[in-house]
C-alpha cells in the first residue's frame, strides 16, 4: 500500500518548512518495490519528476522522503508505486496538489476584509481547527467561521469571527418573526435578542458587526422602481409588474390583493422590530456595525428600509448575497457581483448614498464542477478586486474546503479552496486567493486606470510608496503596453504567485482572464490596450451554410418591440432595453473585407442609465436551415451589448444570448473590441421542427458599460457584422 502526505502535514509550503513529500510504503510481500513521482505546473508543464528504491520484507514499512524545490505556484503531484518482479506492474497510483507560496510579508490584522468558512461535521468534515488553521492563515484570511472555537485559540492562527448572525436561535429572524406573529412583545423580543447577542459576544469579543436581515423574504416589498426614478406600488410583488400602470395593475388581479396583504400584515411591525433593535444595539453594543440586507441582490428589502426613511444613524453597511454560479464577474445584471452596483444606485437614490455597500459573509459561490480549476480561480480572484474596487469590509472568498457529502453534487458544495476533507489538497484557486491577499494587503483601491478600452481592466491601488495594478480581460487576451514615468525594477506576479523582474520603463504585457500584477514604485504614466486575440471562439470547421452579411440590399431595420415589452412587463429584469435609432451601411474593413456596419444614434434621453438600446437586422430573404448550431462574424466595441441570431423556430435549435448559461457567462455579448465569431450551440432539450428559417439578427449597443464599479461612456458607438454560420 502507499500513502502520501507533506511533512508538515498541510499542503500550502513555505521554503522555510523545508518542505518535502513523505510517501509511506508497506510491502505485502517481500522484493524491491519503486516509487516514481512527476510534478506538474498549473499549466500542465513537467517541472520536476524521479524515482526511489526500496527492498521491503513482508509487512515491512517504509518512509521515503520526497524534497520538493519548486519555485512558487500550484502544483499537481502523481505517484506510482511497482511491485516487485521483473514485471514491475503499477501496484497503487495516487494524485495530489499542493501549493508552494512565498514568505508571508502580510500586516493587516483583524481589519482585512478577506473573509473564510469551511464545511464542517454537518457535512462529514470533523476538522478540528489545527486541521483548517493553518491553511487560513496561509492563505491571509482574517475573519473565519469556524466550527464555534473560542477567539482565544482561533487567534493563534490570526484570525477570528466576524459577524453576529441574525439566524442564531434566539437571534433577529426568530424574534421579528414572533413579535410580528403576535407570538410575544416587542419588549420581550427586543429583550431575547440583546441576549443572544451578548452570548456569541462572549467568546468572540473581536466581531464587529452584526447582520440585518439574513436571507429573509421581502415579503411582498416591492421591487424598487426608484432605480429609474418611477415610484413602487405596494403588493407589485417579484419581478414582475413593479411599476405604476392600469394594465398591469389590472392582469396582477388576486395576485395584487395576495401581496399587499401580506405587505400590510409584515412590514409595520417589521419596522417597529428594526427601530427598536437598532436602538438597543446603539446603546449597549456600539462597536458593532449594523449590515443590513444579506438577502440574495437585497433590492426589495433594502428598498422598503429606505422608503420608509429609517434613521441614517443606524445603517452602517448594506450587503448584497448574491450566490454568482455562473455568472461572469463583470455582467452587469443581478446575480452576481455587480448586483452591488444595483443596490448601491438605489441608496444613491433614496437618499441613503454615503452609506457603503458590502457583501453578506455567504457570497458568490464559485463552483468547481461548473468552471473548472482554472476558471475558477480566475473568478474567484476578479471577484475580490471587483469587491475591492466597490470598498467591500467583508470579501467572502475563502470557502475552505468542498463537501464530503452528496451536497458535493449541488450549486453549493463544490465551490472550496481545497477539496474535502481530510485531503484538503488545494485547488488552483487557493494559490490564487493567497497571492491576492499578499500582493494587496493593506493596499487601498484608488481607481480603474483609463486604457482606452472599456473591457480591458487595470485597477490600480497604493500603498505606501508602491503602486499595484491588476491587469485582466473577460475574455481572450490582449497585448498591453504599460508605461512608467522611468526604468525602475518592478515585480510582475501572475494569478498563481510566479514572479519575474523587470526594469523596463516600458513594458509589453498580454493580459488574459486570470489577473496578474504589476509591482511598482512609481505609479503608472499610461495604459495603452492593443490587440485582442480569441483562441477559444473557434470556427467549425464543418459549414452547412453561410450567410453573408456584406450588402444594404440584404438586410434592413425593422421594428420589433418584443424586448421592449419585455422590460415594461418585468422591469425587474435589468438593465431594460428598448428600441433605439440605429444607421447601416456599407463598409470596407481592413481585416474583414466588406461587411455592415451597425451605429447607434444615441437622440433620445434614456430613462436611466441601465437602459440599453437594441435593433433588428432582417434578412431580405429568409434562409431556411437544418443547421442545428449558428454562429456570426462581429467587430464588438466592448459594450457589453448582446447578440443573437434569429430564427423562425420559437425554442431552439440553437441557444440564443438570454439562454441559461449564454447569458450568464455573457458568451453573446460584445464583451470584447475587435472581430470574434460568438457561437450559439445547440440547445439539446429543444424539440427539433422542420422549415426553420434564419430570419435576421439583433443586437444591442448600450452607450455605457461598467469599467471596473463605475460606468464609463462606450467609446464606440459602432460595430460590424461579417456573416452568420450554420453548422
Known amino acids: 500500500s502507499l500513502q502520501v502526505d507533506t511533512n508538515i502535514g498541510i499542503k500550502a509550503l513555505y521554503a522555510s518548512d523545508k518542505p518535502a513529500w513523505v510517501a509511506t510504503v508497506a510491502a505485502s510481500q517481500a522484493g524491491e518495490y519503486r516509487l516514481k513521482w512527476e510534478i506538474a505546473d498549473v499549466d500542465g508543464k513537467k517541472v520536476a519528476e524521479g524515482e526511489k528504491g526500496v527492498k521491503m520484507e513482508k509487512g515491512e514499512e517504509k518512509r521515503l522522503e520526497i524534497p520538493v524545490t519548486v ?55 470533523d476538522m478540528k481547527l489545527e486541521d483548517y488553521g493553518p491553511l ?59 441576549a443572544s447577542i451578548r452570548k456569541q459576544l462572549e467568546n468572540h469579543p473581536s466581531i464587529d458587526r452584526m447582520l440585518v436581515f439574513h436571507e429573509n423574504s421581502h415579503r411582498s416589498a416591492p421591487f424598487p422602481s426608484e432605480l429609474w426614478d418611477e415610484p413602487a406600488r405596494v403588493g407589485a410583488t417579484g419581478e414582475k409588474n413593479a411599476t405604476v400602470d392600469a394594465e398591469l395593475l389590472d392582469a396582477a388581479g388576486e395576485g395584487e390583493k395576495k401581496g399587499k396583504d401580506d405587505y400590510h400584515q409584515h412590514w409595520p411591525k417589521r419596522m417597529e422590530y428594526l427601530y427598536a433593535m437598532a436602538k438597543m444595539v446603539r446603546e449597549k453594543f456600539p462597536q458593532l456595525k449594523m449590515q443590513y440586507g444579506n438577502s440574495w441582490n437585497s433590492l426589495h428589502i433594502m428598498g422598503m428600509v429606505f422608503r420608509q426613511k429609517f434613521p441614517r444613524e443606524y445603517i452602517d453597511t448594506y450587503a448584497i448575497e448574491d450566490l454568482g454560479q455562473t455568472f461572469a464577474p463583470e455582467r452587469a445584471v443581478l446575480g452576481g457581483v455587480h448586483s452591488a452596483w444595483y443596490l448601491r444606485e438605489l441608496a444613491r437614490k433614496m437618499g441613503y448614498g454615503d452609506v457603503p455597500v458590502t457583501a453578506c459573509t455567504e457570497w458568490i459561490g464559485r463552483m468547481t464542477l461548473n468552471l473548472g480549476l482554472r476558471e475558477q480561480a480566475e473568478w474567484k480572484a476578479r471577484d475580490a478586486l471587483l469587491a475591492l474596487g466597490y470598498g467591500f469590509d467583508t470579501i467572502s472568498v475563502a470557502g475552505l474546503n468542498d463537501t464530503a457529502t452528496g451536497y458535493y453534487f449541488t450549486p453549493w458544495g463544490n465551490g472550496g479552496l481545497c477539496n474535502r476533507f481530510p485531503l484538503l489538497e488545494p485547488k488552483p484557486a487557493y494559490a490564487a486567493i493567497a497571492t491576492l491577499t499578499q500582493v494587496l494587503d493593506q493596499a487601498k483601491y484608488q481607481r480603474f486606470v483609463d486604457t482606452g478600452s472599456t473591457v480591458l481592466y487595470a485597477q490600480e491601488f497604493q500603498r505606501g510608496d508602491e503602486w499595484i ?88 431595420i425593422v421594428s420589433d418591440k418584443t424586448r421592449e415589452e419585455k422590460s415594461r412587463k418585468q422591469p425587474g429584469n435589468v438593465p431594460h432595453h428598448r428600441e433605439g435609432e440605429f444607421e447601416l451601411r456599407e463598409v470596407d474593413d481592413p ?17 436611466w442609465a441601465m437602459t440599453h438600446e437594441y435593433v433588428t437586422i432582417q434578412l431580405t430573404t429568409p434562409v431556411p436551415t437544418d443547421a442545428k448550431n449558428a454562429g456570426i462574424w462581429v467587430k464588438g466595441n466592448g459594450s457589453w451589448g448582446f447578440v443573437d441570431i434569429n430564427r423562425t423556430q420559437a425554442n431552439g435549435p440553437w441557444y440564443t444570448s438570454d439562454s441559461g448559461e449564454i447569458y450568464r457567462r455573457g458568451y453573446a455579448t460584445m464583451n470584447f473590441d475587435g472581430w470574434k465569431f460568438i457561437n450559439f450551440p445547440q440547445n439539446p432539450d429543444a424539440p427539433s421542427r ?20 463605475e460606468l464609463a461612456p462606450v467609446k464606440s458607438l459602432k460595430v460590424r457584422l461579417k456573416k452568420i454560420v450554420l453548422y
Not at 162 to 171: A, D, K, V, Y
Not at 483 to 509: C, S, T, V
Request: with cysteine; net charge neutral.
Open 71 to 125: 519555485g512558487n505556484g500550484w502544483y499537481s503531484i502523481q505517484f506510482v508505486l511497482s511491485g516487485p518482479g521483473k514485471e514491475r506492474e503499477p501496484l497503487v497510483a495516487l494524485q495530489s496538489s499542493f501549493v508552494m507560496l512565498p514568505p508571508d510579508t502580510r500586516k493587516a490584522g483583524l481589519e482585512s476584509p478577506f473573509y473564510g468558512w469551511i464545511f464542517g461535521k454537518n457535512h462529514r468534515a
Open 136 to 194: 487560513f492563515q496561509r492563505a491571509g484570511i482574517r475573519r473565519v467561521r469556524g466550527q464555534g472555537e473560542p477567539e482565544a485559540e482561533t487567534i493563534k492562527y490570526g484570525f477570528a469571527d466576524s459577524h453576529i448572525t441574525f439566524t442564531e436561535r434566539n437571534g433577529g429572524r426568530e424574534m421579528m418573526a414572533a413579535y410580528v406573529d403576535g407570538k410575544i412583545s416587542l419588549e420581550e423580543a427586543i429583550a431575547t435578542h440583546e
Open 469 to 556: 495594478y491588476a491587469l485582466w480581460v473577460p475574455t481572450g487576451r490582449r497585448h498591453v503596453t504599460v508605461e512608467f514615468p522611468k526604468g525602475e525594477e518592478r515585480r510582475l506576479i501572475d494569478l498563481y504567485g510566479r514572479e519575474k523582474r523587470n526594469g523596463d520603463a516600458r513594458l509589453q504585457i498580454v493580459a488574459t482572464t486570470a489577473p496578474q500584477y504589476i509591482v511598482s514604485k512609481s505609479p503608472v504614466k499610461a495604459i495603452v490596450a492593443g490587440a485582442s486575440e480569441f483562441p477559444e471562439a473557434k470556427v467549425p470547421q464543418e459549414v452547412l451554410a453561410e450567410i453573408p452579411l456584406e450588402s444594404l440590399n440584404d438586410v434592413a
Open 690 to 709: 422542420p422549415n426553420n428559417r434564419v430570419t435576421g439578427v439583433t443586437l444591442s449597443i448600450p452607450r455605457t458599460a461598467l469599467v471596473g464599479v
Open 591 to 607: 481585416e474583414m473585407g466588406r461587411c455592415i456596419e451597425v451605429e447607434l444614434k444615441p437622440t433620445a434621453t434614456l430613462p
